[in-house]
């Protein structure tokens, strides 16, 4: 059969066909440099992302360092900066380590992969963040995705392991829906099995725990010698980059073996300072961990969610894709930003509103939400 004349992207027009008429077709939304919209989208719990004192942070390192970090870490990018950060989170959250990547999703790959490889068995939980699933997929080690926040199927699956070596992986708090990990009950059947423990603190930082110290700090496993954490600067610390904070061992075997630490290059300057400072911000203002959590509770409190929200993040479930779309684009009309998630970020049936509270949300702001959300919400 000839193939000439046939692009190789002929498919792509299918697919598209495909996307829109399931009301998954996405799209960028370009936002302007000071926002003139009320944000209860964006992952800036803290409200950190434009703090003066953040933002001296990533200025200061920038005239100091440059613009870029030059190199890997291990060639030319690797700064003071970049190390004295690493102690102070590392103290912050209890563990005995750290090390800066250039994002959480390099992060999670590089810990996960470098952790665990063939011959080794690798449990994830089934609503684990995307870059914990492709750490899975690469690690070649055995998978075995058990059901969501059952502690009871983990510990089945690491029993009857033939592998020596496992490891558990799961998210702190689960982006889509804002729900815990039972931690501490997966620590214990870890601990009984012999197997590591790695927790995504992504949307736990700067959240949950003392001061913001995160979900594993709060359940009393920070420093833990089995527990290996993971997060990201783009959240709370409103910033970018990612962390891999758990025993000096690993840290040393990460630098070794992580290939997106080792083979990428090193986060920029200015994203650590802008870090750095924000961390010092959440030290000396710890009320913010509680406003999150306050605002949350108000915003689901006005969208008529059941349960109070463990996290900033607030799910309302509408159904279908259309009916989540319509909703967000009728928010968005009224100058309210709000999260759409739609299959396959959440299953099917399950498209949502997914809002998210922060702390520097004025009287003001929480008003406008609760006019346009109850009357967007009544109307659908």
């Known amino acids: 059969m000839t193939r000439i004349g046939l692009s190789p992207l002929a498919w792509l027009d299918d697919v598209e066909v495909q996307r829109r008429a399931a009301g998954l077709r996405r799209s960028l939304?370009?936002?302007?440099?000071?926002?003139?919209?009320?944000?209860?989208?964006?992952?800036?719990?803290?409200?950190?992302?434009?703090?003066?004192?953040?933002?001296?942070?990533?200025?200061?390192?920038?005239?100091?360092?440059?613009a870029g970090s030059t190199g890997s870490r291990l060639v030319t990018g690797n700064t003071e900066l970049h190390e004295v950060f690493e102690q102070e989170l590392a103290a912050f959250v209890g563990a005995a380590s750290a090390l800066v990547?250039?994002?959480?999703y390099t992060a999670n790959l590089g810990a996960v992969v470098a952790l665990s490889g063939?011959?080794?068995?690798?449990?994830?939980?089934?609503?684990?963040?995307?870059?914990?699933?492709?750490?899975?997929?690469?690690?070649?080690?055995?998978?075995?995705?058990?059901?969501?926040?059952?502690?009871?199927?983990?510990?089945?699956?690491?029993?009857?392991r033939a592998e020596e070596r496992a490891v558990v992986v799961t998210?702190?708090?689960?982006?889509?829906?804002?729900?815990?990990?039972p931690l501490r009950a997966l620590h214990d059947a870890c601990r009984r099995q012999g197997a590591l423990l790695i927790v995504d603190e992504a949307h736990g930082l700067g959240v949950r725990g003392t001061g913001g110290r995160g979900l594993l700090h709060e359940v009393g496993l920070?420093?833990?010698?089995?527990?290996?954490?993971?997060t990201t600067l783009s959240k709370a610390l409103g910033s970018q980059g990612g962390v891999v904070l758990g025993p000096t061992a690993v840290r040393d075997h990460l630098i070794d073996a992580a290939r997106p630490f080792i083979f990428d290059t090193g986060l920029a300057p200015a994203a650590v300072g802008a870090a750095r400072a924000a961390l010092q911000v959440l030290i000396d203002e710890p009320w913010r961990a509680q406003r999150v959590l306050d605002h949350a509770a108000t915003l689901a409190a006005l969208c008529d969610v059941a349960e109070v929200p463990a996290s900033a993040v607030v799910s309302v479930i509408l159904g279908e894709p259309e009916v989540a779309l319509a909703a967000a684009a009728a928010c968005?009309?009224?100058?309210?930003?709000?999260?759409?998630?739609?299959?396959?970020?959440?299953?099917?049936g399950t498209s949502r509103l997914r809002l998210t509270a922060r702390a520097s949300l004025s009287d003001e702001e929480m008003a406008l939400a609760r006019d346009v959300l109850t009357d967007v919400l009544a109307a659908r």
């Open 101 to 104: 990547f250039s994002s959480g």
């Open 222 to 230: 920070a420093g833990a010698p089995d527990v290996v954490m993971t």
């Open 332 to 348: 968005a009309q009224r100058g309210v930003r709000v999260g759409c998630f739609r299959p396959p970020t959440v299953p099917a």
């Open 29 to 66: 939304r370009t936002r302007p440099p000071v926002g003139a919209e009320l944000d209860l989208a964006s992952n800036d719990y803290l409200g950190l992302a434009q703090h003066p004192r953040v933002l001296d942070g990533g200025v200061a390192a920038l005239r100091t360092w440059g």
């Open 171 to 181: 998210d702190s708090v689960f982006s889509a829906d804002g729900t815990l990990a």
């Open 118 to 160: 063939p011959g080794s068995l690798l449990v994830s939980d089934a609503l684990t963040h995307a870059s914990l699933v492709d750490a899975c997929r690469l690690s070649r080690a055995r998978v075995v995705v058990t059901p969501h926040a059952d502690a009871s199927a983990v510990e089945a699956a690491l029993a009857g």
